[in-house]
């Protein structure tokens, strides 16, 4: 139950609300929370935390950023929402324009929806109509990749490595194949002779570049994104890039298939396309993805449609977003991020019980040996010192906004050297 200090709100509430990734059974109750503003959480309390995963990646450019939200007040004294089939708004229109623009060279097309899975989903769907559009029916299958998460909705999970977020609905997934990222022990020969030998059954593969990150944060180079392409385009596979964590200039630049110099065939992107202020994603396309779907009749054409795809005030909001990117120097702190990390989490690598320290862009991931206890332990007195930390798995994780000022940022790396060493 929540304390007797707890707002009204929260106290009537709780025998109600149904939680995200809480056993509501044992949990406590979570921190009531008035207000936000760059990276700082304030709460009802009056204490105030620097948030240090900007709440689930999404908040790129801070809380409550002035362009933003203007940018929301304006859309919705004109237009809150109209449905995108048969009607048209310009907030839309714009921001498809600037996405294709913006995103590696090749991607045409934009479909839009209301959440990072359902952006996966689409793209699923694409890639298994594409083949049925042009008579190929064996390709039924996708290749995913060991730790990869893709999302929560059940075409996702099929694509994601089996974890505790898919357990429950094991009888319900897809079948698929799921393989080791390429590496040392497992090389680029024998991954190219696995997908030689069930290519005429995949639809697609699909990958979250550089990052793999609700699964772990494990990281692998560009030269192995390229080179999984190149696989891809040998075999006639469908690459689909899960850029919905690693868009947006979280891993150095402004998409990670940038950084490998590719372009997938369809790219899945969420979280930070509205600098976090309201749910929208997207899913691109090639021009070759989007042609398959041409004809003379309905049934050739893309059959999906959330209600509030392209919502006005999402859209409005990722245009803003879009012109923060273009004239403040967002990619030059991530650079700034990336050196902090690896100046203050390096040191952690000497602990006992700290297994890997892994740091790319604005990403910093702590692995440790750590109890379910411990880190309920550890995540407590990181509140205490300030900071709003949520573990994932084994690690200790920051993806702090991209405005994080420098001392805000130090702030959140003395907290965790403090707990991790006591």
């Known amino acids: 139950m929540p304390p007797e200090s707890a707002p009204d709100w929260l106290a009537g509430g709780w025998p109600h609300i149904w ?9 406590a109750p979570p921190l009531p929370v008035t207000g936000a503003k760059g990276s700082k959480i304030k709460l009802a309390d009056g204490r105030e935390l620097i948030d240090g995963i900007a709440s689930w990646w999404s908040m790129c450019h801070g809380y409550q950023h002035p362009h933003i939200v203007g940018a929301i007040r304006e859309q919705a004294a004109r237009l809150s929402h109209v449905m995108l089939g048969g009607l048209a708004h310009e907030q839309a229109f714009t921001l498809a324009r600037r996405l294709s623009a913006l995103a590696p060279e090749g991607l045409t097309r934009v ?11 689409v793209a699923l769907k694409m890639a298994l109509q594409y083949w049925r559009n042009q008579g190929d029916h064996r390709r039924t299958k996708f290749i995913g990749f060991e730790r990869g998460y893709h999302g929560d909705t059940l075409g996702a999970m099929s694509v994601s490595a089996r974890s505790p977020f898919t357990a429950a609905f094991d009888a319900a997934s897809l079948r698929n ?21 069930i290519h005429t059954q995949v639809a697609g593969l699909i990958m979250e570049p550089l990052v793999q990150c609700a699964g772990g944060f494990a990281m692998h180079s560009a030269d192995i994104v390229s080179e999984i392409r190149r696989v891809c385009r040998d075999y006639g596979i469908l690459f689909i890039a899960d850029e919905v964590a690693t868009g947006f ?5 402004m998409f990670a298939c940038n950084e490998a110099a590719v372009t997938p065939d369809i790219l899945c992107l969420g979280k930070a396309l509205t600098g976090g202020h309201l749910p929208l994603a997207a899913t691109l396309a090639t021009d070759a993805v989007f042609d398959a779907f041409g004809g003379d009749t309905i049934s050739k054409a893309f059959m999906h449609g959330p209600t509030f795809m392209g919502n006005p005030l999402a859209c409005a909001a990722a245009n803003a977003s879009l012109d923060l990117f273009a004239r403040e120097p967002r990619l030059a702190q991530v650079e ?12 952690l690598t000497r602990h006992a019980r700290v297994r890997e320290v892994r740091i790319k862009g604005a990403i910093g991931a702590v692995d440790l040996d750590y109890t379910p206890e411990e880190f309920a332990r550890a995540r407590a007195a990181l509140i205490a010192e300030g900071v709003w930390l949520r573990p994932l798995g084994k690690a200790l994780y920051l993806m702090p906004p991209l405005t994080i000022t420098p001392e805000e940022l130090q702030h959140l790396l003395t907290a965790m050297h403090k707990v991790l060493t006591q």
Not at 19 to 27: I, R, S
Not at 336 to 347: H, K, Q, R, V, W
């Open 177 to 197: 194949y799921s393989l080791p990222i390429p590496s040392d022990e497992y090389g680029f020969a024998e991954f190219a002779e696995t997908i030689g030998a």
């Open 336 to 347: 700034a991020i990336e050196a902090a990390l690896f100046t203050g989490l390096s040191p």
């Open 19 to 27: 939680l995200p990734y809480t056993q509501m059974q044992t949990a």
């Open 111 to 121: 479909f839009f929806s209301d959440s990072g899975s359902v952006a996966v989903e």
């Open 249 to 253: 200039g979280r891993t150095g630049s």
